[in-house]
């Protein structure tokens, strides 16, 4: 029953005395298994669409360390592929895409109805993990937010600040609106069937929210979000939504405070402190331990543990980084956080 998941809990406005805890990209390379699985399905892509093996790696850090909640092995960039454009992953760099960046381009585009055909085998394992779960652990969906997924469909690949993405909604904006639409539906659509299949919640990741100008931030940040969120919510009106809208500063709160989100993620350089006191009335905040104390462990990484437990005590806290654990982190040093949190 959803009364003994502790994360869902959490999201109800519960506060609870040890904190839920999951990391973002917990199944990931810094765990041999999930190596070694990777390894077998042949490539990144190919590991997102075998279920069985994209089960497989989400399930793992479940067994090795008991997390509260379990997130979908995919990628945020599946939504172009499925959309119609060109995606393929290089090793040691990263994602690319082929550009949409002109009208024709845009126009090109699959309906966002038609992502469905393609991403069916993300639903899949959905409902693998579903029944493969322990019972008090939680299944989170999930997405990339219109605006991250444009910068990379724009530019082609990940970049430093955005530019390429920010010029075309400056000189373009018709066209940029045009793949902003065509990105926001369709992100509804994958998040339904998310549920559909057996997402008890669904974050929505907003990686590069920062680099959004003034008030551009709400126009390209929230108000897609509204859009996806009323969509959803018309269709599954209990499931809880976890905003990150990553580097958000000042804005955290009016993100949260417009889309009514269930849960707000948080980044490394927000105070915790501050956080607890200006967010924790808005929502149940999630974060933000700094990544790189799971490289370093040992005292820093206890300290850095303590001092969130202590900011978010008497509120309702998901225990989480400020971004994804990385590949160079020693799982030996999520045992030592998890003893800090669990006593």
């Not at 997390?67 to 990628?75: C, G, K, N, R, T």
């Not at 339904?192 to 669904?202: F, L, N, P, R």
């Amino acid at each position: 029953m959803t009364e003994t998941k502790k994360l869902l809990a959490a999201l109800k406005g519960e506060v609870q005395a040890v904190p839920p805890v999951w990391m973002m990209r917990q199944a990931g390379r810094y765990l041999p298994e999930y190596r070694e699985t990777r390894a077998r399905a042949g490539s990144f892509l190919d590991l997102c669409y075998a279920p069985d093996l994209a089960a497989e790696v989400t399930l793992q850090p479940i067994r090795r360390y008991g997390f509260d909640a379990a997130i979908l092995f995919a990628d945020i960039l599946l939504i172009p592929q499925a959309l119609g454009a060109d995606l393929w992953f290089v090793t040691g760099e990263g994602p690319r895409l082929a550009p949409t960046d002109t009208a024709e381009g845009v126009a090109a585009l699959r309906a966002p109805e038609a992502v469905h055909e393609t991403l069916a085998p993300v639903y899949e394992t959905l409902r693998i993990l579903k029944g493969a779960l322990p019972a008090e652990t939680t299944l989170i969906g999930f997405a990339g937010a219109p605006w991250t997924v444009a910068t990379y469909m724009i530019a082609g690949r990940g970049t430093p600040d955005q530019a390429p993405a920010r010029r075309l909604m400056y000189s373009q904006p018709e066209v940029f609106d045009a793949l902003m639409d065509r990105i926001t539906e369709a992100t509804a659509e994958y998040l339904i069937a998310q549920v559909d299949a057996g997402a008890e919640v669904v974050k929505l990741f907003d990686s590069w929210s920062g680099a959004l100008p003034g008030a551009l931030f709400r126009r390209y940040a929230i108000e897609p979000a509204l859009r996806i969120l009323a969509r959803l919510r018309a269709r599954h009106p209990h499931v809880p939504v976890i905003g990150f809208p990553r580097g958000a500063g000042g804005n955290y709160a009016s993100f949260a405070r417009e889309t009514g989100c269930e849960g707000l993620a948080i980044d490394t350089s927000v105070d915790p402190a501050w956080a607890a006191k200006h967010l924790s009335p808005l929502a149940c905040v999630q974060g933000n331990l700094d990544p790189i104390l799971m490289v370093l462990g040992g005292a820093a990484l206890e300290r850095g543990t303590r001092t969130l437990l202590e900011a978010f005590a008497g509120k309702p806290h998901i225990f989480n980084l400020g971004h994804g654990i990385t590949p160079d982190a020693d799982p030996a040093h999520v045992e030592q956080m998890l003893r800090v949190i669990r006593g």
